[in-house]
């Protein structure tokens, strides 16, 4: 119910009026006549009623609408009617409504530790459209009322917007309650605004899982805290293969599961990149791989091997080197995986053999842990299984002399700095027998390439060393180490005019003067003028070998002095 008031100015000089209250399309609600100031008759009234407080007597043309529908919205125009028709006064009618239904939406990331913003949006019902009455919002959290201030703000005055500057775990799933109100006139939206996640992903086992070959293995399952629902994957890091799947089942497991596996759970939420991340390692345990990339260089009265090692199985593996006698294996030296000494690199070992009679034998090397015993791995020499331990010309096996020969240093250098070279570039393949009976001369065959991007040419082995440069490479080595000071056979110059290098030079520091591009320090560089001793002890006879050290007798006290500047020496013993 509702009152339409409106005043007409009666005029008693005015010998007939008609006074109409009509709405903006034309339809009349309400029509009195006057003349001379009085009124004519009955009012004319339409879908509507005289107000209690009307007097058409006195002009105040109330009416009222009971009850008021839809339709009666509007504008409604009071107009005279004398001689022609004059609008006197206009008068709206609104009909407030229900806001629409809210609609809620975000910005920003809804994580914990984020900001997240949240817009309501309703529309007025209210007829006609064109009122000036304001929205206003207001926000709960599971029922409580929300206050601006902490982590909570709006914006203006309508709070159409609110603000969470910090998301906590516990704001997860509460449900948040929108309410647009007009005038009154009230709608609501209430939804459970979840945390997307993921949380935390984490799987059921422990981070480690150890486990002998051909056991079984429980499923692991990984879970993470995610709504809406994650993207579960798996992927073996080990050969970087993937499975969309929360659960990893292993069943009864081989060598060639054992590896870091890692789950990965991220948001469905389109748009939102979020994950975390899980890891287990799996611990198989078995007997090691055997090793590979055997190598073997042999001189008077030394041999040197290398080999990388291969999967450890699990646990500390360690190698054992064998030598045959009338086929007969006899151990020579044993080297664990961790013996730093014996090491070129994390991967590569290496060891020197000595003290072993002159002729050609076989040489193996087993890898072994405490699971079992790999392979034998048999080292080839110029592509025969028959190294050649050659006689030392120097006696140095009866002294075990560690100093080594120029043409050995030589050698061996060539051979790491031509492997480390052309390593990368190098496929090594096992040589497939043709015929079972026949023996092969080769056991593994290289293949050649080239690396450019992600693809691999397949080259020949001379057009590799060219395009390395590995000729040249090989050149200054040799020019390198020739360079270094030199010594004489101390037990046999009579025998032989081969030239050993100094003690205090081993591999090591050979190969590392080689890549620094640099020599040996050269002590007469030294510019600064003066004297001073240069040898104040000489002990007789003079050797670093330990079981000759140990059988000295005499101590020479040599007071030696070097001037710089003319190059006079004197020595006081």
């Not at 990984?222 to 992927?235: G, H, K, N, S």
């Not at 670093?544 to 020479?556: A, R, W």
């Amino acid at each position: 119910m509702t009152n339409l008031k409106s005043r007409a100015p009666i005029n008693p000089e005015i010998e007939f009026a008609t006074y109409r209250v009509a709405r903006y399309d034309g339809i009349t609600r309400m029509a009195v006549n006057y003349q001379n100031g009085k009124v004519l008759g009955e009012p004319t009234l339409r879908n509507c009623s005289l107000a209690a407080s009307a007097n058409i007597s006195n002009g105040l043309l109330y009416i009222e609408l009971n009850p008021v529908v839809e339709g009666d919205q509007g504008t409604y125009k009071l107009t005279e009617l004398i001689e022609t028709i004059i609008v006197i006064e206009c008068v709206t009618l609104y009909i407030i409504g229900t806001p629409t239904q809210p609609i809620l939406s975000a910005s920003g990331s809804s994580f914990v530790n984020s900001i997240l913003t949240l817009t309501c949006t309703s529309s007025s019902t209210t007829q006609p459209s064109n009122h000036s009455l304001t929205m206003q919002y207001a926000w709960t959290i599971d029922r409580t009322a929300i206050q601006p201030g902490g982590r909570f703000s709006f914006d203006a005055i309508s709070r159409k917007t609110l603000t969470i500057s910090e998301l906590l775990n516990e704001d997860n799933g509460e449900t948040v309650n929108c309410i647009a109100t007009e005038n009154g006139g009230k709608s609501s939206m209430q939804t459970s605004y979840p945390l997307n996640g993921p949380t935390a992903a984490s799987v059921n086992v422990s981070d480690v899982i150890t486990v002998n070959e051909h056991e079984d293995v429980v499923t692991v399952r990984c879970d993470a805290d995610c709504r809406p629902p994650c993207v579960l994957q798996w992927t073996n890091l080990t050969d970087e293969s993937t499975r969309l799947m929360n659960e990893l089942a292993f069943g009864r497991v081989n060598r060639y599961h054992a590896g870091t596996y890692e789950c990965t759970a991220k948001t469905s939420v389109i748009g939102v990149i979020k994950m975390s991340i899980s890891r287990i390692q799996l611990i198989v345990l078995t007997k090691p791989w055997p090793p590979s990339n055997l190598h073997i260089i042999s001189t008077p009265g030394l041999v040197h091997a290398e080999w990388t090692k291969g999967f450890n199985g699990g646990s500390l593996q360690s190698f054992l080197l064998q030598i045959s006698y009338d086929d007969t294996w006899k151990n020579l030296t044993q080297v664990n995986e961790n013996d730093r000494k014996n090491m070129l690199n994390e991967t590569v070992y290496q060891v020197n053999i000595t003290n072993v009679e002159p002729g050609k034998h076989s040489v193996r090397v087993i890898a072994f842990n405490k699971v079992g015993y790999a392979d034998p791995v048999l080292f080839t020499e110029n592509d025969s299984e028959q190294i050649n331990f050659q006689e030392s010309t120097s006696g140095a096996n009866s002294l075990k002399i560690t100093v080594m020969s120029l043409s050995f240093a030589v050698a061996f250098i060539i051979h790491v700095i031509a492997r480390d070279t052309i390593g990368p570039h190098v496929e090594n393949k096992e040589q497939e027998k043709i015929c079972k009976d026949r023996k092969l001369k080769r056991t593994v065959s290289n293949s050649y390439y080239f690396t450019i991007g992600k693809r691999r040419l397949r080259a020949c082995k001379n057009y590799l060393w060219n395009t390395l440069d590995i000729v040249k490479k090989q050149a200054f080595v040799r020019e390198h180490i020739e360079s270094f000071p030199t010594v004489d056979s101390h037990l046999t110059r009579k025998d032989t005019n081969r030239k050993y290098l100094t003690q205090d030079l081993s591999i090591r520091k050979i190969t590392m003067l080689i890549k620094r591009g640099r020599k040996l320090p050269d002590k007469k560089q030294d510019k600064k003028i003066g004297k001073k001793p240069t040898q104040p002890v000489l002990t007789t006879p003079c050797s670093l070998i330990g079981e000759l050290y140990y059988k000295q007798k005499l101590c020479c006290y040599n007071l030696s002095f070097y001037d710089l500047e003319n190059g006079d020496g004197s020595c006081y013993l």
